[in-house]
């Protein structure tokens, strides 16, 4: 069992920026890959970004050259910089991790970002 808590979300003018941050607590040595996830009213959650154990990064489109996710192993931390944001980034914003050889999913309870234009 993993436990994800968010912070940092909040109500930013477009072209500006946020941190949002995610901290895993539980068997944390079991996680994989840790993400970022988002999801708009009226559409279905999609993937903002995500990394892997190895370092290695994934990005949609629409954040490449705007997001960065980083991960602090030390900490069990993982971090979402977003810059230039856009009122199309205004969702609701979900940590995630997948663990153990069946790749299982855990979810935090999500953390508000909204973008003003």
């Known amino acids: 069992q993993v436990q994800l808590v968010e912070s940092g979300g909040g109500l930013v003018q477009a072209g500006g920026s946020l941190r949002l941050s995610c901290a895993a607590s539980?068997?944390?040595?079991?996680?994989?890959?840790m993400g970022w996830y988002r999801q708009a009213p009226g559409k279905q959650r999609e993937l903002v970004a995500r990394?892997?154990?190895?370092?290695?990064?994934n990005y949609a489109d629409s954040v490449k050259g705007r997001f960065a996710i980083s991960r602090d192993n030390a900490k069990d931390t993982v971090s979402l910089q977003m810059n230039s944001l856009k009122p199309e980034d205004t969702a609701v914003y979900y940590c995630?991790?997948?663990?153990?050889?069946?790749?299982?999913?855990?979810w935090g309870q999500g953390t508000q970002v909204t973008v003003s234009s």
């Open positions: 995630n991790a997948a663990t153990g050889s069946a790749w299982s999913n855990y």
């Open positions: 539980g068997i944390t040595s079991s996680i994989k890959q």
């Open positions: 990394i892997y154990n190895t370092g290695t990064t």
